[in-house]
Nanobody, 125 residues
């Protein structure tokens, strides 16, 4: 079983940057994809981006492409969501999750086995 602990949320001004962390305990990410999703008030949870741990390949939703990246620290067994040029529309609870899915289906939240507790990001315009 994988336990995911998220951290790094907060309140920022539009245009600022923020970095979220997703650390795994119980086992490594070794053969998983780690995905980031977000849920804004009154909206469905939506895919933000994902990274395939083996190889480091990434993919992003169009809404964040060019602003968000997903680096990883292999030694710390941690995946990050680096968010730059934040906008008010990025306000949401952000979740990380793990799946065996690859690029063709890693945007499908039903494919994810484990989730973090979520962390709030609020962007003031």
């Amino acid at each position: 079983q994988v336990q995911l602990v998220e951290s790094g949320g907060g309140s920022v001004q539009a245009g600022d940057s923020l970095r979220l962390s997703c650390e795994a305990s119980g086992r490594t990410f070794s053969d998983y994809t780690v995905g980031w999703f977000r849920q804004a008030p009154g909206k469905e949870r939506e895919f933000v981006g994902a990274i395939r741990w083996s190889g480091g390949g990434t993919g992003y939703a169009d809404s964040v492409k060019g602003r968000f990246t997903i680096p990883r620290d292999i030694a710390k067994n941690t995946v990050y969501l680096q968010m730059n040029s934040l906008q008010s529309e990025d306000t949401a609870i952000y979740y990380c999750g793990v799946t065996k899915a690859v690029r063709s289906s890693w945007d499908d939240e039903s494919m994810y086995y484990y989730w973090g507790q979520g962390t709030q990001v609020t962007v003031f315009s």
